[in-house]
């Protein structure tokens, strides 16, 4: 049994607690040991692509479109994990 430690959860307990959690699967499976850790710095794009992958072609359109924006704004300066504001 998972809650008493005699057992490690498997896959389909993985799924479910991610279901009802309502994140992605690759969350819960790393949590549990299934899948490696995520390389630190890449936790926040593999979270942006799980998402990005639940959502129709029109909402997929729309998250292109707003990300090419924001590139374009920031294309003069370079940014880094802080926020730097144009002189």
């Given at each position: 049994m998972?809650?008493t430690?005699?057992r490690?959860?498997?896959?389909d307990?993985?799924?479910?607690i ?7 699967p ?6 549990a ?9 890449q936790e926040q794009?593999?979270?942006l692509?799980?998402y990005f992958?639940y959502?129709?072609?029109?909402d997929?359109?729309t998250?292109?479109?707003l990300?090419?924006a924001?590139?374009?704004?920031h294309?003069?300066?370079q940014?880094d ?7």
């Amino acid at each position: 049994m998972v809650m008493t430690e005699q057992r490690n959860p498997g896959p389909d307990f993985c799924n479910n607690i991610a279901r009802a959690l309502n994140v992605p699967p690759e969350r819960v499976f790393r949590l549990a040991g299934l899948l490696p850790p995520v390389i630190i710095g890449q936790e926040q794009e593999q979270e942006l692509l799980n998402y990005f992958n639940y959502l129709n072609s029109y909402d997929r359109h729309t998250i292109l479109i707003l990300a090419r924006a924001l590139h374009e704004k920031h294309a003069d300066y370079q940014l880094d994990d802080k926020r730097i504001e144009p002189e």
